[in-house]
């Protein structure tokens, strides 16, 4: 056996730096472990929707030979909303113009194929279109699809109870 140099480091020395860096990257492992489990915990803040807006409307049911296409408009500050529609259910067509004013509560349906209008009492609460105060975040979901460019929209679910309304 020859004498070691002093530039050789010893078995005992060796087996500490490789106990010290396994020691290391087992700490650095641990760490991005933590941030990347607090990270994917966090749940996405609640936006607020526009208070008036409009959108289109589009329902299929095949298996039922049905179809709904129509126009929905949105007023948060007067609390109504209204829904232009075709309703389509095998041959048959309807076309309806329905308006919903919550704080006069009245509603109007007016059948635009027999040009008659029914006025209503509107005796439910308006519920706003948004998370409410203390929802849940329980999952997201894509719209559509997610594998190309504005193909799809990706939506927050939310749970939680209304004081008057129940759960939603």
Not at 58 to 85: C, H, M, W
Not at 153 to 164: D, H, P
Request: charge should be neutral; include cysteine.
């Amino acid at each position: 056996n020859a004498p070691r140099s002093s530039s050789t480091p010893s078995k005992r020395e060796d087996f500490e730096d490789r106990v010290s860096a396994s020691t290391l990257m087992m700490k650095v492992f641990v760490i991005v472990s933590a941030f990347l489990a607090l990270a994917s915990a966090q749940a996405p803040p609640s936006c607020e929707a526009p208070s008036v807006f409009e959108a289109r409307v589009l329902e299929v049911v095949p298996t039922r030979r049905f179809e709904r296409i129509g126009k929905f408009s949105y007023d948060a500050y007067n609390q109504r909303f209204r829904i232009a529609e075709e309703l389509v259910e095998g041959t048959t067509r309807e076309y309806y113009d329905d308006l919903y004013l919550h704080k006069e509560n009245i509603g109007y349906k007016f059948n635009l194929k027999t040009r008659v209008c029914e006025k209503f009492n509107v005796t439910w609460t308006f519920n706003p279109i948004e998370v409410p105060t203390g929802a849940a975040f329980t999952s997201e979901v894509y719209i559509g699809s997610s594998s190309a460019p504005n193909a799809g929209v990706l939506a927050n679910i939310y749970a939680g109870q209304r004081t008057v309304e129940g759960p939603y």
